[in-house]
């Protein structure tokens, strides 16, 4: 009993290994694959992140996407001092509260995030391109299967939304207009 328990435990974390192995892949060729503008691709993720929220909710205070990101203010405004010092934010007093600052996309910023996103949409479109309807299929299935386990291992009181953006609840199709 105890060699089959043992055969087991190696086939399972084999096959965690595999399915970690296979998630980099796609998460890498489709996700998080450099973008050919060095403004984006020498980001740090931190930087990337508040960057993301502020292209998805324009003139949001800076306590609100702190909340977001699950970051505290003081640690945020780091974050956007140095992407304000790259040209790709600026900050705004609030006309009717002066202590509220309000962040926004200059206009290279607002232009590189349209940019990564197109590029990043045109990846997954011709991957998707290359899968016939049974395979895709088979692959959207494997993946919501995936999320609802990974959603239901972590505790989540309900499945994130797929169709929206997740700091705005904006739908992903409103972002590139």
Known sequence: MAAHSSNNST???K???TLQ?????VAHALI????PDPLLGDLPLSQFRCLAATFHQEGMKMADIAERLGVKLPALSQVVERLVRRGLLERHSDPDDRRVVRIQLTTTGRESMKAHLN????RIAAAVDRLDEVNFQ???DGLNLLALAAESSADQSEPAKFDNDPYTKRSMQDQLQ
């Open 138 to 140: 088979k692959v959207l």
């Open 11 to 13: 086939a399972d974390e």
């Open 119 to 122: 590029a990043k949409n045109a």
């Open 32 to 35: 998080f694959q450099r973008h």
């Open 15 to 17: 096959n965690k290994l």
């Open 21 to 25: 192995n296979a998630l980099m892949r």
